[in-house]
């Protein structure tokens, strides 16, 4: 595969990406503008704000009720948590304070019978949010659940209220949902983005290419043995493309599969990233376990090994990168994920731990992707690491196929 229609000559710019070669062995016909890519690359993640375009909270309807008597409030917060279990739909809720005081004279909505809710000896009500007010959760079934609840809130008069869709990110956003139900406060994620080129190799747009069409090819055959489409693998980049400065040499020769294996394990963790990570993690075990054996003089093991233990030129071996030391390499430092589709959240947290450099997908995950799509977990300053990740552009024909159900977490 290549792609030599995209190649432009460049005689005087000094690329970015060129890293310790001398300028006479950079061959500039090679490199490919980053704009001529027909990959995005996932940076500075923007998070979704809870407010709309006149600076007003996305509200939805949730079911209140106003105390009579301070000895309801237990009994309100067993019916909240009852109903919780029994109802998935109430994750809309979690964002949301169980309890609001309010003040009739604040121009609050309080909801009916406010003045006769108001507790002995306080100036304001209390309200407690039961539930999102879902079609099937009507007035009467409430108040039904509330019966059944305890006699002590048999008798109170549900209303629905509108409330914010999402917990607050900013004072600006806090406040403008105060007004309506009090929110939790998370502030927005700081993201980094450490890494900046101009230009491309030429050599690693046709080896990323490759990485992407084996990675599409195991989804395939993981299709056909009744698994998700799901699949990814892990590679050391070939020694003619340079590691950018600041990186340690990648273990050599590294290749490590995964594709998911839900179906077939019953596990819902097993998605094909984490099948991947856990095998480098196995690979490397095993390495270093063959060599505690080579030096306890059992040469002949070492030479079974089907992975390459050592190179000419020094180079670290899979052995010499024990992920279980301190200060040794990690389980995927300077290495490569190529990926079908977008980590979820669970697998871009594997990812930050392995250490991996970075991660090319062929398909955005808008439900559930932690690389961007729902949130940049790969670039997150509270983290230890980051990584770069790029998407193919949905328009190439490599992207085609592989569909998944909203529901599903690739
Ligand atoms: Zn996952």
């Given at each position: 595969?290549?792609?030599n229609?995209?190649?432009v000559?460049?005689?005087?710019?000094?690329?970015s990406t060129?890293?310790n070669?001398?300028?006479s062995?950079t061959?500039?016909?090679?490199?490919i503008?980053i704009d001529?890519l027909p990959?995005q690359r996932?940076?500075n993640?923007?998070?979704?704000?809870c407010?709309?375009?006149n600076?007003?909270?996305?509200?939805?309807?949730?079911?209140?009720?106003?105390l009579?008597?301070p000895?309801q409030?237990?009994?309100l917060?067993?019916f909240s948590?009852?109903?919780?279990l029994?109802?998935?739909?109430?994750e809309?809720?979690?964002?949301?304070?169980?309890?609001?005081?309010?003040?009739?004279?604040e121009n609050?909505?309080?909801?009916?019978h406010?003045a006769?809710?108001?507790?002995?000896?306080?100036?304001?009500c209390?309200?407690v949010?039961?539930?999102e007010a879902t079609p099937?959760l009507?007035k009467?079934?409430v108040k039904?659940?509330?019966s059944?609840?305890?006699?002590q809130v048999?008798?109170?008069?549900?209303y629905?209220l509108k409330?914010?869709?999402r917990?607050?990110?900013?004072?600006e956003?806090?406040?403008?949902?105060q007004?309506y139900w009090?929110?939790s406060?998370?502030?927005?994620?700081?993201?980094v983005?450490g890494?900046?080129?101009d230009y491309w190799?030429v050599?690693?747009?046709?080896?990323?290419?490759?990485?992407?069409?084996?990675?599409k090819?195991l989804?395939?055959e993981a299709?056909?043995?009744?698994?998700?489409?799901?699949?990814?693998?892990v590679s050391s980049?070939?020694?003619?493309?340079?590691?950018p400065p600041?990186?340690?040499?990648?273990?050599?020769?590294?290749?490590?599969l995964?594709?998911d294996?839900r179906?077939?394990?019953?596990?819902?963790l097993?998605h094909?990233?984490f099948n991947?990570?856990r095998?480098?993690?196995?690979?490397?075990?095993k390495?270093?376990?063959?060599?505690?054996?080579?030096?306890?003089?059992?040469?002949?093991?070492?030479?079974?090994?089907?992975?390459p233990?050592t190179?000419?030129?020094n180079?670290p071996?899979?052995s010499g990168?024990?992920a279980c030391?301190?200060?040794?390499e990690?389980?995927?430092?300077?290495?490569?994920?190529f990926?079908?589709?977008?980590?979820?959240m669970?697998?871009?947290?594997a990812?930050?731990?392995?250490?991996v450099r970075?991660i090319y997908f062929l398909k955005?995950?808008?439900s559930?992707?932690?690389?961007?799509?729902v949130?940049g977990v790969h670039e997150?300053q509270?983290?230890?690491?980051?990584f770069e990740?790029?998407?193919l552009?949905?328009?190439?024909p490599?992207s085609?196929g592989?569909d998944?159900?909203d529901?599903?977490s690739?």
């Amino acid at each position: 595969m290549t792609f030599n229609e995209n190649v432009v000559t460049y005689e005087s710019d000094s690329p970015s990406t060129s890293t310790n070669s001398t300028k006479s062995s950079t061959n500039y016909s090679n490199l490919i503008p980053i704009d001529c890519l027909p990959f995005q690359r996932i940076a500075n993640v923007i998070e979704p704000t809870c407010l709309d375009e006149n600076n007003e909270p996305y509200l939805f309807n949730a079911w209140i009720v106003n105390l009579t008597s301070p000895v309801q409030t237990r009994d309100l917060i067993r019916f909240s948590t009852h109903h919780r279990l029994e109802d998935k739909k109430c994750e809309r809720t979690k964002h949301l304070r169980r309890i609001r005081k309010a003040f009739p004279y604040e121009n609050v909505d309080c909801g009916p019978h406010t003045a006769t809710s108001n507790l002995p000896g306080l100036d304001y009500c209390i309200s407690v949010l039961l539930a999102e007010a879902t079609p099937d959760l009507t007035k009467d079934k409430v108040k039904q659940l509330l019966s059944r609840t305890s006699a002590q809130v048999t008798d109170l008069d549900p209303y629905i209220l509108k409330v914010p869709s999402r917990r607050a990110t900013t004072g600006e956003e806090y406040n403008a949902c105060q007004k309506y139900w009090p929110v939790s406060f998370t502030p927005k994620a700081q993201f980094v983005n450490g890494f900046t080129y101009d230009y491309w190799d030429v050599r690693k747009l046709d080896w990323v290419m490759n990485g992407l069409d084996k990675a599409k090819s195991l989804a395939y055959e993981a299709k056909s043995r009744g698994e998700l489409p799901i699949a990814a693998h892990v590679s050391s980049p070939p020694i003619e493309i340079p590691v950018p400065p600041g990186y340690p040499p990648p273990t050599p020769n590294m290749t490590a599969l995964g594709y998911d294996t839900r179906c077939s394990s019953g596990n819902p963790l097993n998605h094909a990233i984490f099948n991947c990570v856990r095998k480098v993690g196995e690979l490397r075990y095993k390495a270093d376990a063959e060599t505690t054996t080579i030096n306890g003089n059992d040469n002949e093991k070492r030479s079974s090994s089907t992975q390459p233990n050592t190179t000419a030129n020094n180079t670290p071996t899979l052995s010499g990168l024990n992920a279980c030391q301190n200060g040794a390499e990690y389980l995927c430092t300077s290495l490569t994920l190529f990926s079908t589709h977008e980590p979820c959240m669970m697998c871009a947290m594997a990812l930050v731990h392995s250490r991996v450099r970075d991660i090319y997908f062929l398909k955005k995950s808008t439900s559930s992707g932690g690389c961007g799509s729902v949130y940049g977990v790969h670039e997150m300053q509270n983290l230890n690491h980051h990584f770069e990740a790029w998407c193919l552009n949905s328009e190439h024909p490599l992207s085609n196929g592989l569909d998944l159900d909203d529901h599903i977490s690739p």
